[in-house]
Every structure is written in C-alpha cells, then in structure tokens.
C-alpha cells in the first residue's frame, strides 16, 4: 500500500502545475480521479515541442500517471451533481481555474466544503486570489519574469534568460503538493478539512529565498556583471565554461590552487573572499580562456581529484544514460495501450516502507467513468443512460 493509500483526489486542474501535484499524489498511493470534460482536458491534444502521441500527447501521457479519468459535462446539470456527489467522500479538491471561475461553476471552496467539511480544497492561481494582477494569465515564462529570477545570471548586457523549462509551473506544483499533505495531516489531528490557497508569484518569490534576502536584508544589488556569471551573488569562478570538445561548470573553486590547476598565475595569492569579487569578470575571462585548452573529460580527470566543485554539461541524451541516474533508477519504463513503451522521470522521493509504485499509465478520455460513477452508488442503468445522453464520456 501506498502512503496515501485510501484517500481519493478529485483533480479539476489543467495544463502542467495542477496535474504535476495531483500525480505526485497519485504516485503516493491516493486514487486520483481526473475530471475532465467530455472532450476531453485540451492538453491531450495539443503538441509538446513538436513531438504528438498517438491518442495521447507527451505533455499529458507524463503528468497524468496513477490516475483514472472521469469524463463528465459540468455544464449539464446533472453532469454537476455528479461531481458534487463525489465530493463528499473525497478528501482533496484541486482546480486550477482562473479566479472567479470555481465560484460561477458551483464547485468553490464554500460550497463544496457546506458538501463535506473534511474536505481539502487546494486552489492554485497565477497570482492569487485577489489583487491588481488577478485578470492576468498565469503563464510560465510571465511569472519567471516578474519573480526576478531572470535577473540572477547571465551577462548584464544580454537579455534577461528564462530557464529552459517549466520552473514556475514546477515549483508551483511542488508548493501545491506540499500543501495538501499538510492539510491532510492537520485533519488527521483535528478532522477539519480546510482552503489551501497556493499561487506561482508567491511559490516563485519563496524559492528564491537566499538571493532575495541578500537584497531585502544584506542591501545588497541584484547586479549582473559584464561576463555571464550564472548567479549574480556568487563569487567567480563560477559558471558554464567552454572545453576542447563541449562545457564544462566550475563552481566556488579556490582561486590559488584553481590557478595552479589550470596554468593561470595571476591567480596566485588572490583571496577568496575579496578578490573574487573585486576581479570577478577579469576571473571569469582568464578560466574561460585556460579551459578551452583541453576537452571536458581532460579537465575532469584533473580538477576533480584536486577537490574543484566541477562537472560536465548534460543534454537529455547523456542525462538518460548517466551512469549515477542508471543506478538511481530515475526513469521508469512501463507499456501503454495506445503509446506503447513509455519512458519517463520516475518518483524523486524513495520510502523504505511504503514506496511508490506506477499502477497505470495516463488515462484515455473518460476510461473509469463507468467503474467511478458505480463506485459512487449509480446504478447501472442509470450509468447506461448518462452515457447515451452524452452527459458522461468513456472512451
């Protein structure tokens, strides 16, 4: 059995953040009902970086594992009372919708919780609940921007660089994750279900804590330098360095021994502490010149066992056969029915009782709909005619 084997999960979220924290739920064992409608989430279908399933697309067949899927039409009265029937034996509601929109739906915090005050109501937002920025899209690549995490690196001549993936929406999930086992564990010790409210700004402005707080308390400026550092409160050399053959990062080495290692000798004698700072764009120019003297696997095999903080630069196909994530085993292979062999990042946390386990790949439209709405008490008739109607999907 899983951790949160027993409990049930009613997602009501879309695109990546809330489905990203509704399967990491899964993953730990709770029955995850997505509740999509009867065309189905949009994401399905959409394409992720050009690359299109089968029946499934990438982005949804990696972020809805360990899920079944409920295909029902909430704008149709009765397709309504299906889920507000669900909701009083579930223990966490999670939407994503704009703000606002759970409330004209019928499915907000205070009418679902009226339902089942068990419940744990986790609504996740762009930019929360209320205030001046609450009309806006709460997109990715918009809340790295006003987080001011595009700031922290790069050359201050170059534009601001976004990261290459989905950190927002990732963090978010995370956050919203984090959330709800709280919540489930303040109700195990009191029964009271309870609103968790999570938004991107306020999860992207949290994560970065040490480098916001070295401003808000050490007054110090969030200032890029003329050479691309790749964190603006870091001391050189510290960064992506071009080798012989590829790049190569080097991070907090000492500067004496560093310059012996790499045959630069205005090193010599320089202060950690002080010089890196005062000389830190003319350290980053004199590293990058010294490294491109040798490849990657040359500098390695010198800096490592010296003690530099060095490593070399991965793409996804060395990333997927690193020989530490081969033993980690931190992808998971297993058949779909329509995608056939799946790989895919597996579960980052590992429990030694009760660990996690893949009980089925991402669902089509609607799959469980017959075996959900039985498991709630329709009849089978009932369920027959729900489905006629077009009132509920399986596909």
């Not at 790295?144 to 534009?159: F, I, T």
């Not at 360095?241 to 000492?254: G, K, L, N, P, R």
Request: hydrophobic share 40%; with cysteine; charged share 25%.
């Amino acid at each position: 059995m899983g951790i949160l084997s027993g409990y049930r999960v009613l997602d009501c979220s879309i695109a990546m953040a809330g489905p990203f924290a509704a399967q990491r739920l899964g993953d730990l064992g709770a029955d995850v009902v997505k509740v999509e409608p009867v065309t189905g989430e949009w994401q399905r279908y959409a394409s992720a970086g050009g690359a299109r399933g089968n029946r499934i697309n990438v982005s949804f067949l990696s972020l809805n594992r360990n899920k079944r899927s409920l295909a029902v039409d909430l704008k149709a009265p009765e397709g309504k009372a299906i889920l507000l029937d669900l909701v009083k034996s579930a223990d966490v509601f999670i939407q994503n919708y704009r703000p606002g929109v759970a409330k004209r739906l019928g499915v907000d915090y205070e009418t679902l919780s009226a339902i089942n005050p068990r419940l744990i109501y986790v609504s996740m937002s762009g930019y929360g609940e209320s205030g001046p920025y609450v009309d806006r899209p709460g997109q990715d690549l918009l809340l790295q921007a006003l987080s001011g995490a595009m700031l922290s690196a790069g050359r201050e001549s170059d534009p601001p660089q976004p990261a290459g993936q989905f950190l927002a929406d990732a963090i978010t999930a995370y956050t919203a994750f984090e959330g709800a086992l709280a919540a489930l564990l303040h109700r195990e010790r009191t029964g009271e279900g309870q609103l968790v409210e999570v938004n991107m700004l306020d999860a992207m402005t949290a994560v970065q804590m040490q480098e916001i707080s070295v401003h808000t308390v050490g007054g110090k400026a969030q200032t890029r330098s003329a050479e691309p550092h790749a964190h603006s409160y870091i001391r050189a050399p510290y960064g992506v360095f071009e080798t012989a053959d590829h790049y190569i990062v080097v991070a907090f080495a000492s500067l004496d021994a560093f310059g012996r290692l790499i045959g630069e000798p205005s090193f010599a004698g320089m202060d950690d502490e002080t010089d890196s700072w005062a000389h830190r764009d003319e350290i980053f120019a004199r590293t990058r010149e010294r490294l491109k003297a040798k490849t990657t696997a040359e500098w390695l095999d010198i800096l490592l066992p010296a003690g530099v903080w060095a490593g070399p630069v991965h793409g996804y196909a060395e990333l997927v056969d690193d020989p530490q994530v081969r033993h980690n085993g931190s992808f998971i292979e297993y058949d779909h029915p329509s995608e056939g062999r799946v790989k895919t990042p597996g579960f980052p946390i590992r429990f030694s009782k009760s660990p996690s386990t893949l009980d089925r790949g991402a669902p089509q439209v609607g799959e469980h709909s017959r075996e959900i709405l039985a498991e709630a008490g329709v009849a089978a008739g009932e369920i027959d005619r729900l489905l006629a109607g077009g009132v509920v999907k399986q596909d």
